[in-house]
């Protein structure tokens, strides 16, 4: 049985950071996992609620399958796949974030895992988002 957890670190006016993690059985998979919600996110210090986020930064580690982070529309498009059995710490911050311009977009981060390395074995990953919420 899988363990899916997703955790809110931090939900500022500005900016959010939101810890993914998962322990999955051979069989297990996710395709299309709502991962951010922005309309879930806390609003501005005007009251105004996020439309899109940024990325500025990603942590992740992966065991035994690949993953892929989508942006929520048009084909849900992936913006940053994850290669199976490796770890990085990946700093878009110079550039303002990797931005979400999806046709059809609604804001929100999606998640599938794919191949696995070994089917028969079990998987894992934990994944940290360091989030720019944008109100436009």
Partial sequence: MATINTTVLHDGPRNAIIKLDAFLDSGDAETDAL??????LAPDVNGAAPTNVSVLQIMFST??????????GDGNPTFYPMPSNFAEDVDFMRFGGVRND???????ILLTTKTRTIPSLD???SI???LKKRYN
Avoid: F, H, I, P
């Fill in 128 to 130: 940290t988002l360091w």
């Fill in 63 to 72: 065991q035994n399958v690949e993953v892929d982070l989508q942006w929520e």
């Fill in 35 to 40: 991962k951010v919600d922005v309309s879930a």
């Fill in 123 to 125: 998987a894992n990953y």
């Fill in 102 to 108: 999806t046709n059809g977009r609604t804001g929100n």
